[in-house]
């Protein structure tokens, strides 16, 4: 699958907040959940009307018309490069930036309580 959507990219992301290389701080980053959540709805949104117009018709009788209709038929679902495929990677980089996020914010608290407590332990 083509990585034109980034999703190569928010992978690498994730997986460095697994290492624990990345925290955000949950009041920065407080939104970018529900966004999103927005986001992958209206791309699903898409990707319901594509899966509609999947079969493309009227191009006449002629051999050349069935060409066609296979074309670009193809260009809205079905094909490598087609709509469809491209509105999937979409979907699949947006839930990996919303986990790299959600990572990112859990090492925070993490790193937050482990400070806190250690400055606990060191005042009287």
């Not at 034109?4 to 009041?27: H, I, K, N, R």
């Not at 009227?58 to 260009?75: H, N, R």
């Given at each position: ?33 529900a966004?999103?959540d ?87």
């Open positions: 699958m083509n990585d034109a959507a980034g999703t190569f990219e928010w992978a690498q992301v994730l997986e460095s907040a697994e290492a624990g290389e990345l925290a955000l701080d949950p009041g920065v980053a407080s939104n970018l959940d966004v999103c927005r986001y992958i709805s209206r791309l699903d949104q898409m990707l319901d009307t594509v899966r509609v117009v999947d079969k493309i018709s009227g191009f006449g009788t002629f051999p050349s018309a069935t060409v066609l209709e296979q074309k670009f038929s193809l260009k809205a679902a079905g094909g490598d490069h087609s709509l469809e495929v491209v509105l999937m990677q979409h979907i699949d980089a947006v839930k990996l930036a919303k986990q790299a996020v959600a990572k990112a914010i859990q090492n925070f608290l993490e790193q937050d309580t482990a400070s806190g407590d250690h400055i606990s332990g060191t005042t009287p």
